[in-house]
């Protein structure tokens, strides 16, 4: 039974842009460096035989890193921060000898905005 002055409900769908399995494409999207967050993930096997294995770990241990995996004269580790970070851990390692090396390439996304001030001022914050 319809109700007076009811409206009838429509509903669209819009046709997608895409489908599952296609890539993506984020073309469009700009992204400044200086108002970006940049990261890449490495992950690579090194030489690390017993002479020179605790130099090894302690440059991972600097570079914020983590050794996942361990063999008898190789160590596996994964590490993650800016690209130009990566690049420095990964010159460092060729001179120990890389037997595998893997890297995501960037990923970014838009720094936050940062609001502190005003809501110090409001008395919300410290």
């Given at each position: 039974?319809?109700?007076?002055?009811?409206?009838l409900l429509s509903?669209?769908?819009?046709?997608p842009s895409g489908r599952?399995?296609?890539p993506t494409d984020f073309s469009h999207l700009k992204l400044d460096p200086a108002g970006a967050v940049e990261r890449e993930m490495?992950?690579?096997t090194v030489r690390a035989e017993p002479?020179?294995?605790g130099q090894v770990i302690e440059l991972v241990d600097v570079f914020q890193g983590r050794i996942v995996d361990v063999?008898?004269?190789e160590l596996t580790i994964e590490?993650?921060?800016p690209p130009s970070k990566l690049d420095d851990f990964e010159d460092l390692m060729r001179a120990y000898g890389m037997s595998a090396l893997q890297r995501t390439g960037r990923v970014a996304l838009p720094k936050l905005e940062r609001q502190a001030t005003r809501l110090r001022s409001l008395g919300k914050v410290g």
């Open positions: 039974m319809k109700k007076p002055n009811s409206q509903l669209r769908v819009p046709e599952p399995g296609d490495m992950i690579l002479g020179t294995r063999g008898h004269e590490l993650a921060g």
